[in-house]
């Protein structure tokens, strides 16, 4: 079992940054893949990046290539989104998503195994 909580969201405005942080549980957090998806009300949830469990492979939306930087510390069990020149698009309820799979796009939502509660990180304009 994994737990995962998330941290750091609020409200910034526009091309502003934001840094949230994710903690999670468990002693094999380096076996996982780590991801960050976003839900903006009524719309799906989508993918936004992730990184390997060893941290060497970032995958990013095209979305927020340039802009968001993904990373880990497998010392302290934590994953960070830094998400820089904010757009009110961004606006959303960000998820932490921990992976088990072997082999993973790290794109997909049902390819991750746990979930945090997300942190709501609201773009003014």
């Known amino acids: 079992q994994v737990q995962l909580v998330e941290s750091g969201g609020g409200l910034v405005q526009a091309g502003g940054s934001l840094r949230l942080s994710c903690a999670a549980s468990?002693?094999?957090?380096?076996?996982?893949?780590m991801g960050w998806f976003r839900q903006a009300p009524g719309k799906e949830r989508e993918f936004v990046a992730a990184?390997?469990?060893?941290?060497?492979?970032?995958y990013y939306a095209d979305s927020v290539k340039g802009r968001f930087t993904i990373s880990r510390d497998n010392l302290k069990n934590a994953v960070y989104l830094q998400m820089s020149s904010l757009k009110p698009e961004d606006t959303a309820v960000y998820y932490c998503a921990a992976n088990s799979a072997r082999y993973s796009t790290y794109a997909r939502a049902d390819e991750y195994d746990y979930w945090g509660q997300g942190t709501q990180v609201t773009v003014s304009s």
């Open positions: 990184i390997s469990g060893g941290g060497s492979r970032t």
């Open positions: 468990g002693r094999t957090f380096s076996s996982y893949g």
